[in-house]
């Protein structure tokens, strides 16, 4: 088996937030077993982490349906900032790094902060799925999955 050659990003910033390396996933450690990177989301104002964001290079049909290409999550004081949505937008420069011109997004029906991250990117809503009662999500208490679809190179986000 071929190990992924993973990149280094020193840089990942909005001038408001910056994404600092954090580790790498690989093999059995990775969901579908699909190469991550991961991120701690810093607030640039007082260098607070505020976060964590994680994208997957690759896609499975599991990722598609329910587990996502990128995983992200704020800390409860630090919400209603739109830090999870910025740091997707930063974010993409990975995904675009390894020729990827889609990410497919997946959150749980009830997570509306979820759901309007996706909206604020630019993400088109696919539809709502159940999860299967064999899948792992499932057994932590996932029970319906939105899915969104953000093409990255189309639309005001455009990182090009």
Same mark, same amino acid.
């Given at each position: 088996m071929r190990m992924f050659a993973f990149k280094q990003f020193p840089f990942l910033t909005d001038g408001e937030l910056s994404l600092i390396h954090d580790g790498f996933l690989d093999g059995d450690s990775a969901m579908e077993r699909v190469p991550a990177y991961i991120f701690k989301i810093i607030r640039n104002q007082d260098k607070m982490p505020?976060? &964590?964001? #994680?994208?997957?290079?690759?896609?499975?049909?599991?990722?598609?349906?329910?587990?996502?290409?990128?995983?992200?999550? $704020?800390?409860?004081?630090?919400?209603?900032?739109?830090?999870?949505?910025?740091?997707?937008?930063?974010?993409?420069?990975?995904?675009?790094?390894? &020729?990827? #011109?889609?990410l497919w997004i997946t959150c749980n029906d009830d997570n509306i902060a979820s759901r309007?991250?996706?909206?604020? $990117?630019?993400?088109?809503?696919?539809?709502?799925v159940p999860v299967p009662t064999s899948h792992d999500l499932y057994l932590r208490g996932d029970r319906w999955k939105c899915r969104y679809l953000w093409q990255l190179n189309n639309g005001?986000?455009?990182a090009h």
């Open positions: 505020v976060g &964590d964001i #994680d994208i997957r290079i690759g896609l499975t049909a599991g990722l598609q349906q329910y587990g996502g290409q990128l995983g992200y999550g $704020i800390l409860p004081y630090c919400r209603g900032h739109y830090y999870a949505a910025k740091a997707c937008l930063i974010i993409q420069s990975v995904a675009l790094a390894h &020729d990827m #011109d889609q309007k991250t996706c909206q604020y $990117i630019g993400a088109d809503y696919v539809d709502t005001p986000f455009d």
